[in-house]
Nanobody, 120 residues
Framework: QVLLVESGGGLVQTGGSLRLSCAAS????????MGWYRQAPGQQRELVAA???????TYADSMKGRFTISRDNRKNTVYLQMNSLKSEDTAVYYC??????????????WGQGTQVTVSS
């Protein structure tokens, strides 16, 4: 089995930055794509960003130019650097992992979620 543990959420003002981390353990050779989904109250769950084991990245249009996903394969950890944060970025962010090289549809493995709150 695969365990995903994420951290780095918190409260930040509009225009500020946060960095999320997600560390994988267990049967990590089962994982190709890793990344994040997010869900705000009353909203649909949406893909934020994804990265394959080879380093190919995918971003939702609203995050392009503001968010950067990266991966440290030696540490089995993926990072999401979030800059120029807006109120609409407020959500619970969930780390996600997949055996396939895509998170669309969502992968099989989920983290516990971390709250990101952007105040104005």
């Amino acid at each position: 089995q695969v365990l995903l543990v994420e951290s780095g959420g918190g409260l930040v003002q509009t225009g500020g930055s946060l960095r999320l981390s997600c560390a994988a353990s267990g049967s990590i050779l089962s994982i190709n794509a890793m990344g994040w989904y997010r869900q705000a109250p009353g909203q649909q769950r949406e893909l934020v960003a994804a990265i394959t084991s080879g380093g190919s990245t995918t971003y939702a249009d609203s995050m392009k130019g503001r968010f950067t996903i990266s991966r440290d394969n030696r540490k089995n950890t993926v990072y999401l650097q979030m800059n120029s944060l807006k109120s609409e970025d407020t959500a619970v962010y969930y780390c996600n992992g997949a055996r396939l090289a895509t998170l669309i549809p969502p992968g099989e493995y989920w983290g516990q979620g971390t709250q990101v709150t952007v105040s104005s």
